[in-house]
């Protein structure tokens, strides 16, 4: 048995602007790719459900859970900040434009890469909401930073 690896992150809720679609998605926070390497995190748009796993044991677990062909990956598509804006703006503008880059996903329904930011959460809200989280045995889930 290999050590397990401590993992952080939260979920973000992306609306797709092609579909109409709303479904979460678990982020890796880390402070180097190092951290965040070799993780993968899925999302069952049926019910809601993520799963996160590191890619060598994915399918496994997948296979475990069930349900295979739910399980999509909402991959990072592009960033794309409007404008550079911040100057001559407000400074509360500045600081809404810096927290709000406009960041699409491919989305988990329709695919197109048009899934944009919601709302995020900590997992621990995520689940206490009743929604499930299939997490690898290898991980081990720091608690949810303080937002
Ligand atoms: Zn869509």
Redesign the pocket.
């Known amino acids: 048995m290999s050590t397990q690896r401590r993992i952080s992150g939260f979920v973000k809720w992306l609306r797709?602007k092609?579909?109409d679609?709303e479904f979460p998605v678990f982020v890796f926070s880390g402070d180097t790719d190092m951290e965040t390497q070799g993780l993968r995190s899925l999302t069952d748009y049926k019910t809601c459900a993520l799963v996160i796993a590191e890619s060598d044991n994915l399918n496994q677990l997948l296979e475990q859970i069930g349900h295979v062909n739910n399980w999509k990956e909402a991959l990072f598509a592009t960033s794309n900040r409007e404008g550079s804006s911040a100057i001559g703006s407000s400074f509360i503008h500045f600081l809404n434009e810096r927290r709000r880059p406009e960041v699409y996903y491919r989305?988990v329904?329709?695919?197109?890469p048009?899934?944009t930011l919601a709302k995020e959460m900590p997992l621990t809200q995520f689940r206490s909401l009743g929604f499930k989280v299939h997490l690898d045995d290898s991980l081990i889930l720091d608690a949810d930073a303080p937002t």
């Open positions: 797709c092609a579909c679609a989305c329904v329709c695919n197109e048009t899934a």
